[in-house]
């Protein structure tokens, strides 16, 4: 059973920093490539970043390029979303999922979710 724990979130001021985790446990962690996904209050979701299984391939989207910094450690079965400059608009909740396949698209990555962990919140507020 595919099991996803996401931690991390909490609230902070614009400009500030959030650094998330996402252990993941129930599939070959080490083979799999990772994605980051958040959804905010009557929005849809919204992807962030794929990571590949090895860290080596990494895409984001235009909204959060230059600021999130998505990682993994394969030894420990996790991922992690640095997350800087925060803005407003990055309020959300925070999921990560495993992908079947490495994609560069957002909508691939969004529709390949199975499943997803609770999720973490982050609020960027003044």
């Known amino acids: 059973e595919v099991q996803l724990v996401e931690s991390g979130g909490g609230s902070v001021q614009p400009g500030g920093s959030l650094r998330l985790s996402c252990v993941a446990s129930?599939?070959?962690?080490?083979?799999?490539?990772m994605t980051w996904v958040r959804q905010a209050p009557g929005k849809e979701l919204e992807w962030v970043t794929n990571?590949?299984?090895?860290?080596?391939?990494?895409f984001y989207a235009d909204s959060v390029k230059g600021r999130f910094v998505v990682s993994r450690d394969n030894a420990k079965n996790t991922t992690y979303l640095q997350m800087n400059d925060l803005k407003i608009e990055d309020t959300a909740m925070y999921y990560c999922?495993?992908?079947?396949?490495?994609?560069?698209?957002?909508?691939?990555?969004?529709?390949?979710?199975?499943?997803r962990g609770q999720g973490t919140q982050v609020t960027v507020s003044s």
């Open positions: 999922a495993n992908l079947p396949w490495m994609t560069n698209s957002g909508d691939l990555a969004i529709g390949a979710i199975q499943s």
């Open positions: 129930g599939f070959p962690f080490d083979n799999t490539a």
């Open positions: 990571i590949n299984r090895d860290g080596g391939t990494i």
